[in-house]
């Protein structure tokens, strides 16, 4: 295929003077003006195209980069409220164990130790042993607050706390009841075995040195009773609670014992 001639070369064709008088010189110069005004707006039209062709990369670039920052923020979103969750989680726990925990000792407190004993008691109601509970009360526990103060009390109880959790068996529970009283519950355990261990707490009760109260001895009165199937709670603690009131009325340090 022949090639064309360029745009200068039809232009000196058609100004030679040879072809001025050729009859199709007319036709062929629209033919080369029509060719001009097409390749003028081909041009325009490519020029056009790479324009938009070149917004439309930018446009998608920054598209791009907006997607990019967007993601990044949710990613830092994302982790923020996985950290907070977090603590929320933490804090949850905390005052729960809070709601659970008897604030000066770190005992179970009368709460924890309800929702303890309705739980024996419903193993108990499936046929599983007996639980023992026992009341202590410390003897003379006003005269400690009256003649060394409240804050020096305070500390008397918090060792006590220490030396009954510190004799007690992984499976028991030890709570303060109130004041200078305290609950010990005893899961499968029957009265012989749970008087030897409330006697052991006793005597390392008595053998506690106090720096906070030099000379002192600490003693505690205890009643000790077991859970009687199908009775209510209320009678157990009752019932452990008039023992604790026989051994103070007895003379103090000493425990007392309910019979099956």
């Not at 008691?121 to 023992?132: K, T």
């Not at 053998?207 to 009678?235: F, K, M, N, Y």
């Amino acid at each position: 295929m022949a090639e064309l001639p360029s745009e200068e070369e039809l232009a000196r064709l058609l100004a030679a003077p040879e072809h001025q008088h050729n009859p199709l010189l007319p036709l062929v110069a629209a033919l080369a003006e029509n060719n001009r005004e097409q390749r003028t707006r081909l041009e325009r039209l490519l020029r056009i195209s790479d324009s938009s062709y070149g917004v439309a990369v930018s446009r998608n670039q920054d598209l791009l980069q907006q997607y990019d920052r967007q993601l990044k923020r949710l990613d830092k979103i994302t982790r923020i409220s996985d950290r907070y969750q977090r603590s929320l989680l933490e804090l949850n726990d905390q005052l729960r164990q809070a709601a659970l925990k008897d604030p000066l000792t770190g005992l179970a407190n009368r709460r924890q130790l309800m929702d303890q004993l309705q739980d024996e008691q419903a193993r108990c109601r499936r046929g599983q042993p007996a639980f023992a509970l026992a009341m202590l009360d410390v003897d003379h526990f006003k005269r400690i607050n009256d003649t060394h103060g409240h804050d020096t009390g305070d500390q008397v109880l918090c060792r006590l706390a220490e030396t009954l959790s510190g004799q007690l068996r992984t499976q028991d529970l030890c709570a303060r009841w109130g004041g200078e009283e305290f609950v010990l519950l005893l899961p499968h355990t029957a009265l012989e075995p749970a008087g030897a261990l409330l006697k052991r707490i006793m005597t390392a009760i008595r053998e506690l040195v106090l720096e906070e109260v030099p000379g002192l001895q600490l003693t505690v009165s205890a009643g000790l009773t077991i859970h009687r199937p199908h009775e209510p709670l209320d009678d157990t603690l009752r019932r452990a609670d008039r023992e604790l009131f026989r051994a103070k009325k007895a003379g103090r340090d000493r425990l007392h014992v309910a019979g099956v």
